[in-house]
């Protein structure tokens, strides 16, 4: 964005900003009116760009901090309650995952992995893409999306250049794996944002969601969206060769170093899934790869300045607004003043996934999550369902190449189109919204496995 595009967008979100503050709003408080002013500041600079989104972030903290706490003097924690969440359990359990991330990166046992598995999966055209994409998605679910396509690509490029540039099983491979990471980010926790933002947000309003129980909510919606995308890619862009031949680097000797590095993930994961058991929050396990890595030279301080402090910090902004938008009543006033109490569940939920949906086609899942999951908590009905379908919602939408960073990578390999992305892309679109909300008003409700 050229700097005069973003000196005005910078200028519109400080005007809007001041509006709100001035201009009296009926039926709204001070203090709701106080946080309707943040959250207009932040969508317009989460929007545009206007300056980076980490940036915004601390914006959001340091308003609702200085002109927010004043007004709120029943909150005893005071300022801090905005500034918590910077460091909450939620936050230091995302950042145990990118931590695991950069160990198996740093060794190469990423690529050593999924091409281990890829190895397996035949040489038949159709089944290589649902390989691709099953283990995209499969790494996704522990590591960050976009690391997760750089990885798959490089491993599926050298594979992608033998074929005959019309042969349609080229874009089939290279949509499949930024749409299988995308996918595959929903299945935990530690996945995408978005999933970490909506459990933080129970969690502010008293319902705890484990990691196996957000795996056991999640992953039946993953699975059936990642076959359904396959099935959809593989049917518009089938393809002419009849069978594929490729070889995979899958052999290499294991030094300590890997050794330590697998076996604190294992421990790590199974540390997640048994938190039931050992009653030690998934927060505080987070912290052995921590500990491990880097007491033993595993990482080194370069690769601690480099695991993505940007995204966590756009993450406990999210979650400090969302305080806010509830402390405030905003949300209240949100559901009351629009005659949203009126609605139906049906509509509410169906609502809420199309907006999900569309905003994060412009902006990041992160920043759409962080908008509107706080708004979620005004309807009383069904609130916890209505959470995680946004959340789930966010990460579904993979229209164009700018909607998501791993379909920019993909895009950027310079094989695809715009069209290819956006025909395939509004499919999985529509598909995804039904299944979200099949799931948000049916499954969820009737196998009474999402806390109320």
């Avoid at 939620?90 to 990423?110: K, N, Q, S, V």
């Amino acid at each position: 964005m050229k700097k005069s595009l973003r000196i005005l967008f910078a200028a519109l979100a400080c005007v809007l900003f001041a509006l709100i503050m001035l201009i009296p709003i009926p039926g709204m408080e001070q203090p709701a009116r106080i946080t309707l002013a943040v959250f207009a500041l932040a969508l317009v600079l989460w929007v545009s760009e206007a300056i980076p989104l980490y940036v915004t972030a601390f914006v959001i903290a340091g308003l609702l901090a200085v002109l927010l706490t004043p007004k709120l003097p029943a909150v005893k924690e005071g300022y801090a309650v905005f500034l918590s969440p910077f460091f909450s359990p939620t936050i230091l359990l995302f950042l145990g995952g990118f931590i695991l991330a950069a160990g198996l990166e740093r060794f190469g046992l990423d690529s050593l992995i999924a091409s281990a598995i890829l190895k397996r999966v035949g040489k038949k055209p159709k089944a290589i893409v649902a390989g691709f994409m099953g283990v995209t998605a499969l790494v996704s679910m522990w590591m960050s999306n976009t690391a997760a396509t750089a990885i798959m690509i490089a491993v599926a490029l050298p594979l992608v250049r033998t074929l005959d540039t019309d042969d349609p099983l080229r874009i089939a491979i290279l949509i499949g794996i930024p749409f299988g990471a995308n996918i595959g980010g929903i299945g935990t926790p530690i996945g995408t944002p978005p999933n970490a933002i909506a459990i933080a947000a129970l969690r502010n309003h008293g319902i705890t969601l484990s990691f196996l129980q957000w795996m056991g909510i999640a992953v039946p919606v993953m699975l059936l969206l990642l076959v359904l995308t396959w099935f959809f890619i593989t049917l518009i862009f089938p393809p002419k060769t009849k069978e594929v031949s490729f070889k995979l680097e899958t052999e290499r000797r294991m030094g300590w170093r890997d050794w330590v590095v697998v076996g604190t993930m294992f421990a790590t994961v199974i540390g997640w899934f048994s938190e039931p058991l050992h009653k030690i929050p998934d927060a505080i396990i987070s912290l052995l790869p921590a500990i491990v890595f880097f007491s033993l030279g595993i990482l080194r301080r370069k690769d601690f300045e480099t695991l993505g402090w940007d995204v966590l910090i756009l993450m406990g902004g999210g979650l400090s607004l969302g305080k806010a938008v509830s402390l405030s009543g905003l949300d209240k006033w949100f559901v009351n003043s629009l005659g949203m109490h009126n609605l139906s569940p049906l509509a509410v939920l169906g609502g809420f996934i199309l907006i999900a949906i569309i905003l994060t086609n412009f902006i990041s899942n992160t920043s759409v999550a962080a908008l509107i999951i706080p708004l979620t908590f005004g309807f009383s009905a069904s609130s916890s369902s209505l959470v995680v379908s946004v959340a789930i919602a966010a990460s579904a939408s993979m229209l164009l190449p700018v909607s998501t960073p791993p379909n920019a990578i993909a895009f950027s390999s310079g094989m695809l189109k715009v069209k290819d992305m956006a025909r395939i892309g509004a499919i999985v679109a529509g598909v995804a919204a039904v299944l979200i909300f099949v799931f948000g008003i049916l499954v969820w409700p009737i196998l009474n496995i999402i806390p109320k």
